[in-house]
Each structure stands twice: as C-alpha cells, then as structure tokens.
C-alpha cells in the first residue's frame, strides 16, 4: 500500500526522482572510490616511498571527493524538494476526494477521522518519503558496492560481510513486523482524540451549563491515556532495535579486527586492503544505521498510507454522472416524482412518494414537525443525497445527470445553521459572488436586515468573523447567510428554516424587503411556525415522510387537522408570548385576530 501510493504520487515527479537517481548514483560511485584509492596510496605510495604517487592519486581523491559533495548536496536539497511537493499533492488529493464525498462517505468516517487522515497522515508518509529518497538508491547499492569490492580484496571480508547483512536485515524484520498494529490503534486513537477535543471545544458552553467539566476532563483524559499506553508498548519495541543494530555491528567489527590482523599477520594480504576492507564495513554500518532510521518511521507510515488510500478509493454513493448536462433548458423549474428516501440501514424510508412542482415566481412552503423529511428533502433537490425511489428535477433535468456546478448554480441554498468562515463580514458574503462591489454587499445586507449591525462591528465589512461565526448571534448568522445567497442570483432559492432565529419584527422586515428580490425566482421555504408559512401561495404539510395536505393557508385551516392544530398552538403561544412581554402592539394585534379568526373557522 505505501509503495503503491508512493509509486503513484511520485509519478508527476518522475524527472526529478531520475534526477535524484543520478545524483544518488554519482555520489556512491565517489563514495565507494574512496577506499580504494585509500589503499591503493599506502600499497603502492607509502609502502613505497613514491610521493610522486601519493600526490597524484591524493589529488585523484581530491576530485573524487568535490565530486562526492556536490552530488551529495545536490540530492539531499532536489530530494526535500519532491517530498515536500509530493506531499502538498497527497493532501491535496485527498481534500479533493473529501470534497467529493456526501454526507454519507462524511458520516461513514466521520470529520475527525478525515482531518487527521488529511493533515496527520499524510505527514507521516512525507516524512518517510525524505529519507527513503536518500536511502532506497543509496543504500542497497552502497552494501552491494562495499561487498563487490571486498570481493577483490579478500574473499573471507567479503562473507563476513554478507552475514552481516542478513543478520541484520533479518533483526529488523523480527522486531518492526510486531509494530503494524500498534501503530493502527495509535492512529485510530488520534482520530479519537480529535473528535473529543473538537467536540469539546465546540460545545464548551453546554458543558459549563451543565457543570461536567470534571466528567468531560476525564473521558479525555482515558482517551488520552490509552493513546500513552500503546506509545510507550511501541516504544518499548522499537528501543530494542538500536542497541541490537549496534551490538551486531560491534561483533562484527571485532571479528573483523580479529581475522583481519591474523590475515595480515600471516601475508595474506596487505595493510592497505585491511584498510579499504575497514572503510567498506563503515559505509556499510553507516548505511545500516540510515536503514534503521527509515524502518523506524515505516510502520506506521505504511498505517498511514493504508488509511489515505481508504479515502482515495472511497467511491462517493452521490456519484459524478458519466456525460453531465451542463444547461437547464427550463430555468427555474423544480419538479419531484414520487421522490422518496430511506437512509443506510433504516428500516422505514424518511420520505415517500413526494409530488411537486415548483415554477418561476412561485413560493412553495413546506411544513412538519421535527423528522417529518423537511430537511431531507431539500437535500434531494441539492443532491446531498440521491433519492432512493423516483426522482428530482431542476431546471427539467434530472439532478443525477445533471453536472454539479450547474446544480450549485442553479439552486441557492440556506440552511438552519448557516456556517461563516474565518475572515470578514465582506470575504464571507463574497462566497456568493467573488466579484461583488461593496456597494452590492450593502445592498444585500440591507435586504437582509443585517446592514446596521455590520455598520456597528468595529471595520463595518472588514470586521472579523471567527471561525463558525462564533462572534455574532445565531440570527446575524442566518441574516449574513440569506445576504450571501442572495448575492448569487440563483433561479432556486431554498430556505431552510433560516428565520427560526429572528424575532418577529426583523423577520417581519425581512420578508417584506426579500419579496421583490426573488419576486421571480422559485422558491421552496422549510418552516415549523405557521406564522413563517401562512403568505406562501402553496403549503405543504409533512407529517412522517408523507405529504398530508396541500393548499393556501385559508384553505388548510378549513380542509387539514393536522395544520389546523399546528396553528392553533402555534398562533396562540404566540400572542400570549407578545401580549405578555409588552412585545410590538400590532404584532400582537396581528396575531390575536388570527387566533380569533381561527376559532371562527373551527
């Protein structure tokens, strides 16, 4: 798996690893000449007494040596290059797939789990892929250099040699084979942890509320410590591998030692090939202990490269269609089929058999009580999710066939909890067009009744917005999300219960103020108030996936129970809430002769 992902992330490098290669080559070629002409100066220019000989070949040395530098040089800096750009490429390979996915795929590996896959991750296969470009050329083609020239210097070298190689790479593989699934748990338990803190840290205040800080501090604090255990168990493992690389490699260096001055001793060859024989085993030692660095890190990339991949060939259930539509050829339009949807694993579907058509300068209102399918609906038409029987229609295509953009496009959404970026008021309203003036924004903000408390925060439109827009209330956030949308001109609008937050002056306003704006547009709101529904020219009311009645608000409360009780306890609580707080008097006024007028109808 880790190779398979390097192999492929790599490609688009190709000429910098072959760069790389030549780089790695050239410097072993210099490296593994060294010695011999180490020797070959105290065979043939000490022993001999030839300075003649010395300085030539010592100049030899020389450039072999510049040779060495600059190409050693010249792969460590192009290899940090391409590890680091093959890594900017993986992460943005899988926030790509990410972006692909549906809430399905989402829920399925959860937003901790895919951040740490994105940003954890991928780090540990960049920091293994540094290494490994200095190592997996250089390495095996320095022991095999060393062992080839022991070679023609002493046979018995040259075996003792080769033992240690075994020996060693024998040794690794004992000890790091029992690593993998430590280092899978350790992953999973990072997952873990960054879904306890982000969830912590976003309901902070719930926690103080309820005063289980104590009870919270310690479910992480298991969590966490779960996480030390299996680091220490890892730990432990891998503390072993250093001191046994250095045990083997010191026997060795005493045997060397040892049979080394017996074969001297007895005129079997010379000082100068002992000493090349030396300088071989430290270049292999030395590349031993780069191997080991490398092993080191490989376990757990090799965990990680297993969990990108897991991303990379998710396939999204919302799937690309294969020849997309890229124009609607009837704008505006939005049409269901007897649309229907049951999510993963439930035994009942959310929707069923959902009929509706909705045309240009139309408002269509859809009203239910908690899970009745308000919310899913409105997901199919956006393709969140694709309908499990019949079909949604926009702009008379069908959403599966139609491209993606187009559909962005072509429907403007906002939902209950609009979500605001870390930036300004201006960059989070620019979502909706990145080329709007700051006279368009205030305009739209105006319409959104959000203009004067902008005008308040300190750089009007270039006050901050933190993250979620934690730094404004629930209604500036669902009023700075309707003044987004509305920058984008859809031939859709879809509201998603986005007024619940407001009081009903400012929503007051704000429908009067949006009417001529989406005057010609289709629009489809999401309501639980009737007071937010009753203007529509079309009701809908949803009762368990089901559409229950159908009509005006004057014709629902004289054809359907169901509305007729919604409204009766809605308008009621209603009044009582304005008349007994002192609220705006003909707000109240407003409200209670639609509660008496009601009682008239019943």
């Known amino acids: 798996m880790l190779l398979s992902l390097l192999r492929t992330h790599l490609r688009p490098h190709r000429r910098a690893v072959t760069l790389l290669g030549l780089l790695q080559l050239a410097q072993i070629l210099a490296t593994l000449a060294l010695p011999t002409l180490g020797a070959a100066v105290i065979d043939n220019g000490v022993v001999r007494a030839d300075s003649g000989y010395i300085t030539r070949t010592g100049l030899a040395m020389l450039a072999v040596a510049l040779v060495q530098i600059a190409a050693s040089v010249g792969a460590v800096a192009l290899g940090a290059r391409t590890a680091m750009a093959m890594g900017r490429d993986l992460r943005s390979a899988v926030f790509r797939r990410v972006l692909d996915f549906s809430a399905r795929e989402i829920g399925r590996f959860g937003t901790p789990s895919l951040m740490t896959r994105t940003v954890n991750d991928v780090q540990q296969v960049q920091m293994l892929a540094l290494p490994v470009f200095g190592v997996a050329i250089s390495a095996p083609l320095m022991c ?61 205040r719930v926690v103080r509320a309820f005063v289980r800080d104590a009870h919270e501090g310690a479910r992480f604090g298991r969590t966490n410590s779960e996480l ?69 890190a490989m376990p757990r990339a090799r965990v990680s490269a297993a969990r990108i991949q897991e991303v990379l060939v998710a396939e999204p259930s919302v799937a690309a269609p294969s020849e997309p539509v890229r124009a609607v050829p009837a704008a ?23 009929d509706l058509s909705v045309g240009p300068g139309e408002t269509v209102a859809i009203l239910g009580s908690t899970g009745s399918g308000k919310t899913t609906l409105l997901n199919l038409v956006l393709r969140h999710f694709d309908a499990t029987d019949g079909s949604v229609h926009v702009g008379g295509v069908d959403v599966r066939t139609l491209d993606a953009a187009v559909l962005r496009r072509t429907v403007g959404f906002v939902p209950q909890r609009p979500y605001l970026f870390s930036g300004t008021v201006a960059s989070n309203l620019r979502f909706g067009d990145p080329e709007a003036t700051d006279d368009e924004l205030w305009r739209v903000l105006e319409i959104a009744q959000a203009r004067d408390f902008v005008q308040l925060l300190p750089g009007g439109l270039n006050a901050p917005i933190t993250q979620g827009g934690t730094n404004v209330s629930g209604g500036q956030r669902q009023r700075l999300a309707i003044a987004r949308t509305l920058l984008r001109r859809p031939d859709i609008y879809l509201f998603d219960d986005c007024f619940s937050a407001l009081d009903h002056a400012t929503d007051a306003a704000l429908r009067s103020a949006l009417e001529p704006e989406i005057s010609r547009a289709t629009v489809v709101t999401v309501a639980q108030r009737v007071s937010t529904v009753r203007r529509a020219g079309r009701i809908l009311v949803l009762d368990a996936g089901r559409v229950a009645a159908t009509g005006t608000h004057e014709e629902l409360l004289r054809t359907s129970t169901t509305y007729r009780e919604i409204a009766r306890s809605q308008l009621t609580a209603l009044t009582d809430d304005h008349v007994g707080s002192g609220a705006d008097a003909g707000a109240a006024t407003t409200l209670q002769e639609a509660v008496h007028g009601l009682d008239g109808q019943l």
Not at 336 to 341: E, P, V
């Open 332 to 354: 505006g339009q939005l049409s269901l089929h007897g649309a229907g949807f049951r999510y993963p694993g439930a035994k009942e579907p959310v929707l069923r058999g959902i």
């Open 228 to 296: 030390r255990d299996i680091s220490l168990r890892v730990g432990r493992l891998l503390a072993t591998v250093i001191p046994l690389v250095l045990l083997i490699l010191n026997v060795f260096m005493v045997a060397v030692l040892w049979f080394g001055a017996h074969r001297v001793d007895a005129g079997a060859i010379r000082f100068g090939a002992l000493s090349a024989f030396l300088s071989y085993l430290t270049l292999i030692l030395m590349s031993v202990v780069m191997v080991t660095f490398v092993c080191l």
């Open 144 to 204: 095999l250099g060393s062992i080839a020239l022991a070679l023609r210097q002493d046979m018995g070298f040259a075996l003792l040699l080769v033992t240690l190689t075994v020996t060693v790479g024998t040794s690794f593989g004992l000890v790091l084979g029992r690593t993998d699934p430590f280092y899978a748990r350790m992953q999973k338990n990072l997952d873990r942890i960054n879904g306890l803190l982000r969830e912590r840290i976003t309901g902070v």
